[in-house]
């Protein structure tokens, strides 16, 4: 008997709820094969492109990242997201919003249209996942999201702590981000954690630090209860830079740095943060350019779904 097949559901799915296998090999990439649209009736959590490399200090090539962790996302999008009991899209409307569309010829107007491209979305009254992109659009994104939540945790995953200094705050750069925004009170540094670091910058600014070496001399266990500790109730924004994992696990990035954690901890960390309060996400700085074997982009899309699913029991699953 002949097997029907609904094939490119970014288009043609009738319900946003739910996970329909189709080939994986073809058809419309959307992020998990979502719907694509911008009709936001209804909708839960968007998922939406930044593809900003500009203010990248070594390699470019992020701007592909969005597109590229999409078309890695499909592959998983066959059945409900290991290991979770529970498949997040029976309880989150989620759709594709596809890409923020800015001028590249007008950089300096970048930030503004990142931040307004966010606002329409959180206004809507959804959440927003956010697919990188060089990091630095994630200040943007923070702006977006404490103006709706007030200062927020800051949960970052990253081999640098981007908080170098910007005293004239001119720098369109991805190493600065979160010196200003701790600076503008949009992040709380005495309720926000940065994990994974493993370059040089004395100055914490008030971040508690957990760097490669204790991440990889502990356990996943511990380093989540540790962040947990940290956040509290406070409403977070979760951030993952790519380059947090060793370039053995994403090769695929513009500025990789050897000793950093494995697909396994990354992983086994996020799930270990099962109900934080979870108000905004992004991953960033996936450079397919530089991949091998799209590693860094599965890992990407892995991530993001580790993402969809802390945010589906914040906000459906663990809170009905």
């Not at 943007?140 to 709706?148: E, I, N, R, S, V």
């Not at 940065?194 to 914490?204: E, H, K, M, P, S």
Request: with cysteine; charged share 20%; glycine share 8%.
């Amino acid at each position: 008997m002949e097997q029907a097949y609904d094939n490119d559901q970014a288009i043609t799915r009738d319900s946003l709820y739910g996970t329909c296998a189709e080939p994986t090999y073809g058809g419309i990439t959307s992020f998990m094969r979502r719907r694509y649209t911008r009709d936001l009736r209804g909708v839960d959590l968007v998922v939406s492109g930044v593809p900003f490399d500009t203010a990248t200090t070594n390699r470019p090539g992020s701007r592909f990242g969005p597109r590229a962790i999409r078309a890695a996302s499909v592959q998983m999008a066959w059945a409900r997201h290991w290991p979770w009991e529970f498949d997040p899209f029976e309880h989150l409307a989620v759709v594709d919003y596809g890409d923020c569309a800015f001028d590249h010829g007008t950089p300096q107007d970048t930030p503004a249209t990142i931040e307004a491209h966010a606002a329409r979305i959180l206004d809507a009254g959804c959440g927003l996942l956010t697919l990188g992109g060089d990091h630095f659009i994630s200040y943007p994104l923070l702006k977006a999201h404490a103006k709706k939540h007030g200062p927020l945790a800051l949960i970052h995953f990253d081999a640098h702590s981007d908080t170098w200094p910007d005293p004239d705050g001119q720098r369109i750069d991805h190493g600065t981000m979160f010196y200003h925004a701790a600076r503008e009170g949009l992040v709380d540094p005495a309720c926000s954690v940065q994990v994974g670091l493993r370059t040089t910058n004395d100055d914490v600014m008030g971040f508690q630090v957990l760097d490669a070496r204790e991440v990889n001399r502990s356990t996943p266990e511990r380093i989540a209860e540790l962040i947990r500790v940290r956040v509290g109730e406070r409403p977070v924004y979760l951030t993952f830079d790519i380059d947090c994992l060793d370039p053995a696990f994403a090769p695929g990035t513009g500025t990789p740095v050897c000793g950093g954690l494995s697909s396994h901890q990354a992983l086994e960390i996020l799930r270990g943060l099962r109900g934080i309060d979870l108000v905004g996400m992004d991953v960033v700085e996936v450079a397919p350019s530089y991949d091998s074997a799209e590693i860094t982009a599965l890992a990407g899309a892995t991530l993001a779904m580790e993402m969809v699913c802390l945010y589906a029991v914040r906000h459906k699953v663990d809170h009905r």
